[in-house]
T-cell receptor, first 115, second 114 residues
Framework: AQKVTQAQTEISVVEKEDVTLDCVYE???????LFWYKQPPSGELVFLIR??????QNEISGRYSWNFQKSTSSFNFTITASQVVDSAVYFC????????????FGKGTRLSVIA | DVKVTQSSRYLVKRTGEKVFLECVQD?????MFWYRQDPGLGLRLIYF???????EKGDIPEGYSVSREKKERFSLILESASTNQTSMYLC?????????????FGPGTRLTVL
């Protein structure tokens, strides 16, 4: 069975600090997809990134970066120089090889960035 | 802009009422999903559909049913609402073509059952 664990329930940082959100997953599939979504206070989930299991390259997009390590089954998300607008709930998710099957979500990490 | 819309942002119903939550997508997506979000539990899959008139149970289907009569519309039905169905309901859709598709989510419906 697939499982996603986000051990950090809530994190609070001061603006401009760097913060890393942890995600550990379990799957028996050799091909799978990992996602990060952001849920701001408005409630709508916003897609941030997807990664397939064959692509272990780290990715950077502006202040966001993702570290995928198959050896530790982790897909961690770092925000550099955090801003108040980064305050949200962040979800890590996993899907089977087709990529079109239902997502298995972690329980989410609530990030509060304080000015 | 791709769009998934849900019929209501906020809904208040009474115990025992039949409740319909509607979801419409304009992206011609084959796959549609209903999730429920509760504090501390994340998102849990209720039902999903790969095609018109087709449905599959998710992890927590009890107390719910679905209808997909048209490709763009996926309805979640609470046959007899109960207080433990008070929650945020999120609809999502994704295409079948390709193997690398993220799900697009609607804004959610916050349902309160009194």
């Amino acid at each position: 069975a697939q499982k996603v664990t986000q051990a950090q329930t809530e994190i609070s940082v001061v603006e401009k600090e760097d913060v890393t959100l942890d995600c550990v997953y379990e799957t028996r599939d050799t091909t799978y997809y990992l996602f990060w979504y952001k849920q701001p206070p408005s409630g709508e989930l916003v897609f941030l990134i997807r990664r397939n299991s064959f692509d272990e390259q780290n990715e950077i997009s502006g202040r966001y970066s993702w570290n995928f390590q198959k050896s530790t089954s982790s897909f961690n998300f770092t925000i550099t120089a955090s801003q108040v607008v980064d305050s949200a709930v962040y979800f890590c998710a996993l899907s089977e090889e087709t990529g079109n099957t239902p997502l298995v979500f972690g329980k989410g990490t609530r990030l509060s960035v304080i000015a | 802009d791709v769009k998934v819309t849900q019929s209501s942002r906020y809904l208040v119903k009474r115990t025992g009422e039949k409740v319909f939550l509607e979801c419409v997508q304009d992206m011609d997506h084959e796959n549609m999903f209903w999730y429920r979000q509760d504090p501390g539990l994340g998102l849990r899959l209720i039902y999903f559909s790969y095609d018109v008139k087709m449905k599959e149970k998710g992890d927590i289907p009890e107390g719910y049913s679905v209808s997909r009569e048209k490709k763009e519309r996926f309805s979640l039905i609470l046959e007899s609402a109960s207080t433990n169905q008070t929650s945020m309901y999120l609809c999502a859709s994704t295409a079948s073509e390709g193997a690398y598709n993220e799900q697009f989510f609607g804004p959610g419906t916050r349902l309160t059952v009194l």
